[in-house]
Structures are given as structure tokens and as C-alpha cells.
């Protein structure tokens, strides 16, 4: 597998919505930075998300990635329908940093948070 392959796997495996298939691609001690969510580890990180998810559909627009620095860049459009039925459409940036084994290590998402945050926010009042 080409090194630039893994970004095309995470965009799958996000899709899919299967947490352990998505925590394969991670390191064990993985950190997730999140606009919504804060710093979790990747466990507690997909399983918030995935909780608060009904179903995704992810759009991979284009990867960068930097091998001598393990470093990967993958630009997508995020359309996410959370356990509510409420739908957000929205861009992504996702920056991935790799061990040498070609496991994430570091993953900081970025994107306008307004919008999801608000959502989210209300889900938790409704529990």
C-alpha cells in the first residue's frame, strides 16, 4: 500500500461508520483534536462521534501528502446526519500525523464549527 493510500482508507472507513475498522488505521495512543468534540484519544473521539452519527457520506476532494514527515493533508466535504435526523453539510480538513509503522498518531480536524457545535450541543439536551 502506497503511503498516500491511507487517507482514501480513513475516508472509507469514516463513511462505514465501524469503529473498530476506523481504530485499525490508529495508533494505540492516538490523539484526536476536534473543533466539536475537544483532545480525546481516538477511542473516546470515535465513539462520541459515532454515537452522536446516524449515517455519513464523505466526498474526498484531494490529499497531500508528506512523506519525510509522515505528515498527510486530506481535504473532504463532510455530509453528516446525526442520531436526530438533522443534516450538516460542511468542508473538512483533516491534518494526519503518522508513526513509522504508517499508523495515525496525530489527527487535528478543522473546519467552521458553528453550526455543528450548536447541533451537537442540542443532542446532548435531548439525552
Known amino acids: ?23 485499525e ?14 483532545r480525546l484519544d481516538a477511542h473516546k473521539f ?4 459515532l454515537a452522536d452519527t446516524k449515517s455519513s457520506q464523505l466526498q474526498l476532494h484531494h490529499n497531500i501528502c508528506d512523506r519525510e514527515g509522515r505528515k498527510m493533508a486530506v481535504y473532504f466535504t463532510y455530509h453528516w446526519t446525526l442520531k436526530d435526523d438533522s443534516q450538516l453539510i460542511f468542508d473538512v480538513v483533516d491534518i494526519l500525523v503518522l508513526d513509522d509503522n504508517d499508523k495515525i498518531k496525530g489527527l487535528t480536524i478543522i473546519y467552521d464549527s458553528r ?3 450548536k447541533k451537537i450541543a442540542s443532542l446532548r439536551q435531548q439525552e
Do not use: N
Open 1 to 23: 500500500m502506497d503511503f498516500c493510500d491511507l487517507s482514501a482508507r480513513y475516508i472509507e472507513a469514516l463513511q462505514k461508520g465501524e469503529l473498530q475498522e476506523i481504530l
Open 46 to 49: 470515535y465513539t462520541s462521534l
Open 25 to 38: 488505521l490508529f495508533a494505540a495512543d492516538a490523539q484526536v483534536v476536534s473543533p466539536v468534540y475537544g
Open 115 to 117: 453550526e455543528t457545535s
